[in-house]
Nanobody, 114 residues
Framework: QVQLVESGGGLVQPGGSLRLSCAAS????????MGWYRQAPGKQRELVAT???????IYADSVKGRFTISRDNAKNTLYLQMNSLEVEDTAVYYC????????WGQGTQVTVSS
């Protein structure tokens, strides 16, 4: 069984910060590519950031310079540090792990509002 559990979401004011975590069980992050995606109401799910097994990272243009993806392989945990948050960042954020199958977490809500 594979389970991904996101945490760290919440309500934050514009300009604030949050750190999202994705804890995995039944799978090793050290040997799989991982990523964060988000979906706002009425919009399609979009890539936020990915990190490969080799540590290479890719960010969406909209978050580059503000968000940082990282992982702790020993803890099987994926992180997304979100700084300088904007109202447009409001969405449900999902953790994804790619093996021959694609695994998704249940998502964590991030709301940026004054």
């Amino acid at each position: 069984q594979v389970q991904l559990v996101e945490s760290g979401g919440g309500l934050v004011q514009p300009g604030g910060s949050l750190r999202l975590s994705c804890a995995a069980s039944g799978i090793s992050f050290g040997f799989n590519a991982m990523g964060w995606y988000r979906q706002a109401p009425g919009k399609q799910r979009e890539l936020v950031a990915t990190i490969t097994t080799g540590g290479s990272t890719i960010y969406a243009d909209s978050v580059k310079g503000r968000f940082t993806i990282s992982r702790d392989n020993a803890k099987n945990t994926l992180y997304l540090q979100m700084n300088s948050l904007e109202v447009e960042d409001t969405a449900v954020y999902y953790c994804k792990v790619q093996t021959p199958y694609t695994y998704w977490g249940q998502g964590t809500q991030v709301t940026v509002s004054s």
